[in-house]
């Protein structure tokens, strides 16, 4: 069989330090763990890159639509993280809206936006670039949460044109 890839949000770690050590014990190196972020919230990024814990840039998080991301890794999921991931990913809050719809209006499941912010890396363009499907014929992205208010939802995306 050929690698596979998966994708999650980052967030405070908790769930992507879980499911990235549950997918090293049964697949080990052959599966590439990817995880997804908010680019304005993008600590894990920088953190993972640097190789050291890093807070949000000026001290506090920014907006974003993905609520449930914007907690920064924390001391004990940052080992696991540094250790198991592949790579850290980022995405647009309109990709994370547009992703977020996708699925709504495709699977009929009822996201949050922090689920759509791995969706988005999967189909974005530096993904498919680093992890092409020829040699990736299979991915998974987690869709976590329910913790959404739609109403608000719905006018961001009017807000940002999805």
Known sequence: RGGGGGSGG???GGLASGNS??????????VKIVLAEPEIVDDAKRSF??????????????????????????????PIIKDLVDDILTVPEKEILRCTRLVWERMKVLIEPS???GVAVLLS??????????????????????????????????????
């Open 10 to 12: 980052g967030g405070g």
């Open 125 to 162: 363009e530096e993904f498919k670039e680093k992890y092409p499907p020829a040699e990736f014929p299979s991915v998974g992205v987690v869709l976590c949460g329910g913790n959404v208010d739609v109403g608000k939802t719905v006018l961001k995306m009017e807000e940002m044109g999805v």
């Open 49 to 78: 890159e640097s190789g050291e814990l890093q807070g949000h840039e000026g001290g506090a998080a920014k907006p974003s639509v993905a609520d449930g991301l914007k907690t920064t890794l924390g001391p004990n999921t940052f």
């Open 115 to 117: 689920a759509g912010v």
């Open 21 to 30: 050590v549950a997918l090293r014990e049964k697949w080990g190196s052959k």
